[in-house]
T-cell receptor, first 114, second 114 residues
Framework: AQSVAQPEDQVNVAEGNPLTVKCTYS??????LFWYVQYPNRGLQFLLK??????LVKGSYGFEAEFNKSQTSFHLKKPSALVSDSALYFC????????????FGSGTRLQVQP | NAGVTQTPKFRILKIGQSMTLQCTQD?????MYWYRQDPGMGLKLIYY???????DKGEVPNGYNVSRSTTEDFPLRLELAAPSQTSVYFC?????????????FGAGTRLSVL
């Protein structure tokens, strides 16, 4: 069975500093990895995905994520945080053929302080 | 461009009551999904549909029913509401069932069962 772990409930960072939101996964086959963001009272919005190819994936709003197969990780990063990045971030995984749905992590709340 | 629209936004039910959560999308997506989001947890799949007239169970289908008579609409029905169904419900859609496909989410329905 596939699973996702987000080990931090909350990440606090000062505006202008780099941020990292951690995600590790477990699948039996090749992973398809996603990051979604949820702003208050809104649905989830797609940020970026890794399917194959370059281990560094660039997404919306200046976010990027690094796929590390040996560590089974897919950490979300941004070089310089903005207060407007404060939101709930979800990592999700799917392991491939025959599985249409995603398995989501429990979410990490990012708080960017001015 | 509306995307995925869910109604109502909020609802309070008494134990044993029934209700239908509405979901409609205007992107002509074949694939639609219902998730629930409990506090501190990731999203869990309730039901999904691969097209009009075709539905299937997800991880947590008990206590729910769905139908898909049109491409646009995918209502979720609670027949006998229970406190355990207090949650935030999200509807999503995607263009295809390929695992790398992006899912688009509605803003959610917050349901309390008292």
């Amino acid at each position: 069975a596939q699973s996702v772990a987000q080990p931090e409930d909350q990440v606090n960072v000062a505006e202008g500093n780099p941020l990292t939101v951690k995600c590790t996964y477990s699948v039996s086959g090749n992973p398809y990895l996603f990051w979604y963001v949820q702003y208050p009272n809104r649905g989830l919005q797609f940020l970026l995905k890794y399917i194959t190819g370059d281990n560094l994936v660039k997404g919306s709003y200046g976010f990027e994520a690094e796929f590390n197969k040996s560590q089974t990780s897919f950490h979300l990063k941004k070089p310089s945080a903005l207060v407007s990045d404060s939101a709930l971030y979800f990592c999700a995984v799917s392991e491939g053929t025959g599985r249409r749905a995603l398995t989501f992590g429990s979410g990490t709340r990012l708080q960017v302080q001015p | 461009n509306a995307g995925v629209t869910q109604t109502p936004k909020f609802r309070i039910l008494k134990i044993g009551q029934s209700m239908t959560l509405q979901c409609t999308q205007d992107m002509n997506h074949n694939y639609m999904y219902w998730y629930r989001q409990d506090p501190g947890m990731g999203l869990k799949l309730i039901y999904y549909s691969v097209g009009a007239g075709i539905t299937d169970k997800g991880e947590v289908p008990n206590g729910y029913n769905v139908s898909r008579s049109t491409t646009e609409d995918f209502p979720l029905r609670l027949e006998l509401a229970a406190p355990s169904q207090t949650s935030v419900y999200f509807c999503a859609s995607s263009y295809s069932d390929r695992v790398e496909n992006i899912q688009y989410f509605g803003a959610g329905t917050r349901l309390s069962v008292l």
